[in-house]
């Protein structure tokens, strides 16, 4: 089952094919929507202004392959510029969110969530091959070669219909077509993945939310303000705040919970620091508040999370 903790996503359509593809609006055009046995996959096209609308972080690896059309991708603190021919590959937690390109709202696109098990099993059981490592150096962005995307795209779709279909032997058969998918990708890397171009260049106020977006990253555990970046950056608050939402679907105050709550993570599980510790490392100068923040995000307190996850793993 795919979590994404206080970070809701909307209930999906009907599971179909694209001859009873459901429409959740009027402009969704659902191809097909699977989700079962740590997949899900979907296509849709869209002709409207989309934009999710939502806090894009999750538990689950995801890769977003765009067909046709053009979008603006913000992912952690940086937007890019995604064209067709172009995979996303989204680690787990990180946060994303799509957005309108200039090129107009229709695309076409296919996304892949894969939960860590059964495929970090499966996949290092044949030839070694790390799931997180994959997720972790491959980069966000691949644009393909014009002569790699019909076969990627056929993998995909064979995965769908493998999904769709669940003929004798379908999740042996789809998480094959996930090898082979990741082989392929592995093996453009010596000719040297073309990393899409940064969004900042076309539109002023993508390049304001990723710088900062950026310095929020950097300096998340000291106290920042809205006033504090409104002068750091020489623009208005109430326009730093509107359009920092309007890109990145967090407030400045949620972008920097969420930055802090991700290393307390860290923090939790990698040493033996005390949560008064921890909440003052990561700027939060009551622990009342820490353990609320952190319970809004991790549906716990930080001493049940370390409890719970170190289980775990013993």
């Known amino acids: 089952m795919f979590e994404t903790g206080d970070f809701q996503t909307p209930a999906p359509p009907e599971s179909g094919v694209a ?9 969704d055009h659902w191809l097909y929507n699977e ?8 296509r849709v096209v869209r002709d409207y202004n989309y934009s999710m609308d939502i806090r894009h972080i999750h538990e689950e690896y995801e890769i977003y392959y765009l067909l046709e059309g053009e979008r603006y991708y913000f992912i952690n603190q940086q937007t890019y510029l995604v064209t067709p021919g172009t995979l996303v590959f989204i680690d787990k937690e990180q946060i994303h969110r799509t957005g309108m390109a200039s090129a107009g709202p229709h695309h076409d696109r296919i996304v892949l969530g894969i939960m860590e098990e059964p495929f970090s099993t499966f996949l290092a059981s044949f030839g070694g091959l790390q799931l997180q490592s994959f997720f972790t150096e491959q980069g966000s962005i691949l644009t393909l070669p014009e002569e790699m995307r019909p076969y990627i795209q056929s993998l995909l779709q064979d995965i769908a ?4 279909h669940k003929k004798p032997g379908y999740l042996l058969a789809a998480m094959t077509k996930l090898a082979e998918f990741f082989i392929a990708v592995l093996r453009l890397q010596p000719k040297g993945p ?8 076309s539109n002023p106020k993508y390049q304001k939310v990723d710088e900062v977006a950026h310095y929020i990253v950097e300096h ?3 106290r920042i303000s809205l006033e504090d970046l409104a002068g750091r950056f020489y623009i208005n608050k109430f326009y730093l705040s509107r359009i920092f939402k ?14 802090r709550i ?8 990698e040493t033996d620091d005390s949560i008064t510790s921890i909440a003052e490392q990561l700027g939060y100068e009551n622990i009342t508040y820490f353990e609320r923040v952190f319970k809004k995000y991790r549906n716990m307190t ?12 013993e």
């Open 19 to 27: 001859d009873n593809a459901v429409a959740s609006t009027p402009q």
């Open 35 to 42: 989700l079962v046995d740590g997949f899900h996959i979907d």
């Open 161 to 164: 219909s493998e999904l769709i």
């Open 194 to 201: 073309v990393v899409s171009s940064p969004a900042r260049h």
């Open 220 to 222: 998340c555990t000291e």
């Open 246 to 259: 309007e890109v990145t679907s967090f407030t400045i105050n949620d972008y920097l919970n969420v930055n």
């Open 262 to 269: 991700k290393k307390a993570h860290r923090l939790l599980l």
């Open 302 to 313: 930080p001493l049940k999370y370390r409890n719970y996850y170190r289980s775990e793993t």
